[in-house]
């Protein structure tokens, strides 16, 4: 896990600054399978808030669509999606990060939201407006909770 | 990755799940212990669907119970506020509904073909709109506001005298063009979660999303009561409800994208019998 030593000497390194380097939803370069291999911050992912983001009806709200286990002190968990048991252990990083910021690059005409994209869908609410639905952190730390969601 | 054949096992796997905590398309609707309403039809000519069915059999057993018998149902209550408004003078006229229409069971079979082409104002109405063209121009009374209390009440008392009979809302002719840009909306992503109509009622009925159950989003219940804020609800308010779901800004109440919207998506439900007043979460 290259990537995480590297996440975490960046954080010791802008520690200093009172801002955390983030990579804008325009800017974000996928791969041709609509990976991102790149963080997009220079924090870390947490866990911990990433699971309060993925569960948060207002955030991530990826159980409305989505089955997990890991999840199960929370009822209802919706269908539309496949169960995220396991999913880390069906998909790189990249690909997961991938899906997070903007889910029609992996998957054509799906109807799981873009959560990090420039771009929103016409008539979009003004309090929305302009606005990602996950800040680039958000992405970031759902990505470290999808990254547990391993197997048995 | 296949998204499709993903998309399929998983609304055939809820479909199994669901069997159990929702009714299945075998259940049947009887109202009173009288009425038999079959809640599925076969699909209208040109529908991407199956078949239509109605949002009904997608409810838990403890609210499709509550539709099963008029006394259960609250939505009777607002239907007999609106009898008492039919005999209530109002306006500078001088007079009630009833002063011209009588008996309100001459407006059997009217909900079915609503929304229709209006020749004389040239525009495609909904029953809100010939309502209050005779508050206004008959009666000389103020206008009633497209989803409050007065006016879902009168559509719930008119609509329920069709109760039983299948849609047949006529999508040819001068309604073409409103057909025509009702189903571009119902085919468009909007709002900030970029999620159009189909997304969920097409793609996704039968599965469910969250705490909810898909259904395929007919409008052959409406005005409903919803248990969730105790109400009649208009079919505009629940357009307006699922665009907000989606972090889109609506369309207005009674605009001529909505009377649109409504007219396509009752096409999509022709043949599915009227069940207004119904009962949903």
Not at chain 1, 25 to 43: H, R, W, Y
Not at chain 1, 104 to 121: C, D, H, Q, V
Not at chain 2, 157 to 179: N, Y
Request: with cysteine; net charge neutral.
């Amino acid at each position: 896990m290259r990537r995480i030593s590297f996440a975490a000497l960046s954080t010791v390194l802008i520690s200093t600054s009172a801002f955390a380097a983030e990579v804008a939803p325009g800017d974000v370069s996928f791969d041709e399978n609509g990976g991102v291999s790149a963080s997009i911050t220079s924090v870390a992912g947490d866990p911990v808030a990433g699971k309060a983001a993925f569960i948060n009806r207002k955030q991530g709200n990826c159980l409305a669509c989505h089955i997990n286990d890991d999840a199960s002190g929370q009822s209802f968990h919706g269908e539309v999606g496949p169960s995220l048991n396991g999913a880390a252990s069906r998909w790189e990083e990249a690909q997961l990060r991938g899906i997070i910021v903007n889910s029609k690059l992996t998957f054509e005409g799906t109807i799981m939201p873009s959560f990090y994209r420039a771009t929103n869908g016409a008539r979009t609410m003004e309090k929305f407006a302009g606005k990602t639905i996950l800040t680039a952190q958000q992405v970031e730390d759902v990505l470290a909770y999808l990254k547990t969601l391993k197997e048995e | 990755m296949n998204t499709l054949n993903k998309t399929l096992t998983c609304t055939v796997a809820a479909l199994t799940f669901a069997t159990a905590l929702y009714a299945s398309e075998t259940d049947v609707l009887v109202i009173n212990e009288e009425i038999t309403i079959p809640t599925s039809a076969p699909a209208p000519e040109g529908s991407p669907l199956d078949k239509v069915i109605s949002g009904w059999s997608f409810r838990k057993h403890e609210t499709q119970a509550l539709q099963m018998d008029d006394f259960d149902n609250p939505s009777f209550i607002f239907v007999d506020k609106a009898s008492d408004q039919w005999t209530k003078v109002e306006g500078t006229e001088g007079k009630s509904c009833a002063s011209c229409h009588e008996d309100v069971e001459a407006f059997k079979g009217l909900r079915t073909v609503l929304p229709r082409w209006n020749e004389a104002k040239s525009e495609l109405y909904s029953m809100e709109n010939y309502i209050n063209d005779c508050r206004t121009e008959r009666m000389g009374a103020e206008p009633w506001k497209w989803s409050k209390g007065k006016m879902t009440a009168m559509t719930a008392l008119i609509s329920l005298q069709s109760r039983g009979l299948p849609m047949s809302v006529k999508t040819d002719g001068p309604v073409e063009p409103a057909m025509k840009l009702g189903k571009e909306l119902y085919y468009t992503r909007v709002g900030q979660l970029d999620m159009a109509c189909s997304n969920c009622h097409e793609d996704n009925y039968g599965v469910m999303i969250r705490a909810d159950h898909l259904s395929q989003g007919q409008i052959n219940g409406f005005p409903t009561y919803r248990l969730k804020n105790s109400k009649l609800n208009s079919t505009h308010a629940r357009f307006k409800g699922c665009m907000k779901n989606i972090r889109a800004k609506p369309f207005g109440q009674g605009s001529a994208e909505f009377k649109a919207l409504e007219l396509y998506v009752a096409s999509r439900g022709n043949g599915l019998s009227v069940e207004s007043p119904a009962v949903r979460n």
